[in-house]
């Protein structure tokens, strides 16, 4: 394999010396008081028996009900920690001993200590309180007659022991009945919603005065009848027994049978309440005279009373009540429910007014006046708010990929730094509403120089309200929402590109989006307006710096019509796109770690109806040019006409992230996207085309420059030795991940530090109506030649055929590290093309292979 070119390795080595610099100096801003903290903690233990063999394996004869992964976390003798498992690779531990040693300096040696593992000498005292814990655990779980030993295996002139554990489960016993005692007050459509939901694998159940259920086939487990409980507070606290609590439910075993028991549930439910009065008090941080109102909602009489809600606000003028006549989940008057309570907390925190709430029912002012005997309970509403404005300022650091990176010209990235400031108020119009005002500035240079390459000031506002606007207040109540806000933003950035003499003379961004919770996990977003209008410019020397890059000096490289003007459209012409999107999101993983669970998410837009609908009624009702005039007219800096592409797109993103044992986890991300054109233009707007290839991507190829397809027009030969990125984009896309993650130091300067292998594939490709490569209006190549008869000799035009296509997908594969703090990831990835569908074939198997892919990114790859 030959070696690097010049000019590749000097910009490589330059690329990983700033990418490392970042890194250390990230690292060094971290403070070692944690190591420092972790010497102290460990001369406080007692030493260990260092003449005590070491643990290297555990392992459990005779389990045959269990998976190895519950038993194990009942067993806290544990071998050290492998790298993914493999015998030998006891990581941690060597690098605990290397801080050890007598020879390493002080404060070194505690760090690496803090971030290794001592070596797990065996512990009689430990492995005997593991055998009782195995043997409650099995007792628990129905196996009453189960036994558990140990022995210890060792090798003749080896330190090292193996530790078994054997179990013998003996006969398990069964559930047969279970009989709820104190439940004659619910009624009978109660009781049996109450067996619909029970834990147990019932048969058949009586609903009479003492609600009786036969169980079948389940196994006695005290962890299910401790789930039943919590289960059966909830089903009560929400009928309106509001006082019922954790010591009112008891549960009684009897062994009806060697091998089966029946179980008493004596339930003391106290009376029923309904909602009575509600009083809302609200304090803030400054000195104001209270204020006190009746608000006007609606309320449940059916039970002869007639509550009120009343409000004190001291402190804080400019909080009005509506704020919690539109929080409020519940009707006062109606029979009492937690779920509804803890839902009117919700709420009322995530308007983001207040720094503490408290909701508590007062139970010595419930008064009898229900005509049924119910009482009614009043509920006191508590809250604090916080400081209504802040202003903020802040400096960040930015790194950007960029576009058109070439082995003559390799700008791969952009290092840069922004100053920013933020305003904000907590409560813009008393009811929780939420405006934002932030503006910044930015400076970026390449690796390759010194000189500024790009700038950008950008300037957003948003106001968010905690509640649906009209007409959307409906879906609320519909879909039964744990919590609903209102986004309205405003976006606007101004951006000059020095190394390409492209200037974005203005790019604006308005957008009306509501958000809606159905779930903890599960989620809408529905994007009732997204305008964008965009203003590019070119300076001068625009021609010399990106367009000959991308069609060759002379026009020689890229020579076909459609696809030149199509790039002079997207670089050059001022444009807008409107967007109607809807988005539903599942999410358990935390958005930060991602060590388990997953994160789907699914897409649909119809894009730019409403333009065409004005250029057909309003502005051309007898022609169609897809082009609208200037919003403000010339004089409003908008030169000329605002292209537009009726489009519709989806996608669908899938993340599952599966724990492989103690600091190691498997990531799997599908992703899957199609846009296509609605109308006479063949192509979709610039922005919501899919591009393959980044950080964020199949890491093998820089930013973008990925595909479509096998990646090159037909009669293109210079493009070969350069590579120019794709900068047309596609209509369709796949790509697939797979990344595990292992931890390797568990605390090094405050810091986790994550070794992370990876493989990426995936590429995008053109829609059937996409023109694509080396066809023009008439249907013939570049050369005049027929489309069909050209494809015959080469399909590479970068459309997708089905299944034929996979065979042009991209591979990468690599291997990184992740500094995981408490609040941020730092990722560092060094990336190989393993496969090139594009005919430069520049692989790890191609004799010119140019190199890896140093990418540096902020947060993890997905």
Known sequence: MQTLSATTARSWLRETAAAMLVLVMAVLAVTTRSAEAHETIERGRPAADTTAPVVRSVDVRGNRHFSDETLTENIQTRPNRRILGIPGLTWWRWVHQLGSADWMWDRLGSALRSGGEPPAYLDSTTVGADVERMQLFYQQRGFRDASVSYEVQSRPG???????????????????????AGLDSLQTEQKRRLVEETVFETSSASLSDTLRVSVRGQRYREPTLLEERRRLLSFLQNEGYAAVSRDSIRAVVYQAAPDSFDVTLRVRTGPRYRFGDVRFEATGPATE?????????????????????????????HLEPSILRRSLQFTPGSYYDQSAVQATKRRLEDTGVFSFTDLSPQYDEAMRVDTTGAAYLPLRIEGRTRQRHRVQAETFALQRESVGGTDANPRLNEFGVGLSGVYENANAFGGGETFRLRTSASVATGLDSMLVSSNQFEASTSLVLPYLVRPFRSLDRTFDLTNART????????????DLRLRIRSRVNARLRLEMDHTPTQSSLIDVMDLSVSNPDTLDQFSGKFLDLVFGSGGGDLQDPVQRQQILEDYTEPQINTAFRYTYRFATA????RQSGRIYEISGEVGNTLPLLFDRFVFAPNTLGYTLPPLFGAAGGLTGRLLY??????????????????????????FGGMAHPTARPTVVPFDR??????????????LRALGPGEGLPFDTTASVQGGPSNILGGDIKLESSVEVRTTLIQSFLAARWVGATFLDAGNVWFGPRNEGFGRDESGRDSGGQNVEAVQQEDARDGHFRGLESLLDVGVGAGAGIRLEWEYLVVRLDLAYRLHDPSPRNDDVFADDFSGPLLHFGIGQAF
Do not use: E, M
């Open 645 to 670: 592409r009726p489009y519709v797109r989806g996608s669908v993103d899938l993340r599952r992230y599966v724990p492989l044992g103690p600091g190691a986890t498997l990531g799997i991300k599908l």
């Open 590 to 593: 935390d958005p930060l770690r």
């Open 289 to 317: 005279p209270p204020r006190y109102d009746t608000l006007s909602v609606a309320v449940d009489t059916t039970g002869g009373g007639h509550p009120q809600v009343t409000s004190r606000i001291a402190d804080n003028g």
């Open 487 to 498: 986004r309205i933003s405003l976006t606007g950035l101004t951006a000059l590109r020095s």
């Open 689 to 702: 085309r899919f591009f393959s290839g980044g950080a964020n991507s199949v890491r093998g190829w820089r």
């Open 158 to 180: 080896d330190n090292q022991v193996r530790v078994v554990f054997d179990v013998t489960p003996g006969p398990a016993t069964y559930l047969r009945r279970v009989r709820y």
